[in-house]
């Protein structure tokens, strides 16, 4: 259940978006909305994963490259981040704590994304609607995802308005379990039992265990701005 869940996580950012099927009577902030995702997931992403999907199998850096590009510069991981831990835990820690909390995540993420690589194969997403809250700071996309392998299934991406008016990631959902619900518990508790320290820890070794399996050798598993394959591992 929970790698369906991460695949269907990245099938958000690798997966075809159309806007047929959405209700042509829609607010200007709609609109905008649904077109800043249409041209994203349709040209800047499909085609490239279409051409390149194999290639980034075996070249881990050069999939890294294109996260960076798509998934990373569109979600907001210091929001996530808040999410998961609360603002209990929030209010408890230094700015600097809290980047490395919210740095963690984006490395872990990312891992999400070089899992669900795997499960790729071909899905098609249509945007069916969008639901923007009073304030207009938070948007849900509703979305529809047309697979080979599965039935139709709806989910649903969170967006946050962002202090410089960008829309960006920031929860998942998925027969009303969202991701953060999912995690949130577990950030929690490991943090109740062994303090930042011994969560920071947990998040790192996972990650550092994954990135020096896939590169077959020491990798980056700290920095999400560095590719993770230290040697520029390529398994061709």
Known sequence: MKSFLYSIFIFIFVSTVSIAQVDSIRSNLEIEIID?????????VTCNLLANYENYLESP???WDFLNETFVYN???????????????????????????????EVT?????FE????????????????????QT????????????FPDIHLDLLLKRTDDDKWKGVDFRFKGITYVNLKKN????????????????KLDNKNKLFFEDLCESEANY???????????????
């Open 186 to 201: 577990s950030y929690r508790q490991d943090f109740k039992d062994s303090k930042f320290v011994g969560l920071l820890k």
């Open 138 to 149: 938070l948007a849900w996309l509703k979305i529809n995802m047309d697979s080979p392998r």
């Open 222 to 236: 700290i920095d999400p701005k560095k590719q993770p394959c230290l040697q520029n591992y390529d398994k061709k």
């Open 36 to 44: 800043i995702y249409d041209s994203l997931l349709a040209d800047k």
């Open 61 to 63: 850096n050069k999939y």
């Open 116 to 135: 669900s690589l795997f499960f790729y194969g071909e899905q098609k997403l249509n945007v069916i609607d969008i639901k923007i809250n009073e304030k």
């Open 75 to 105: 979600w907001d991981f210091d929001a996530t981040t808040k999410a998961l831990i609360g603002n209990e835990i929030f209010n408890s820690l230094s700015n600097l704590q809290f980047k490395e909390l919210s740095r963690v995540l």
């Open 109 to 113: 993420l990312i891992r999400y994304a």
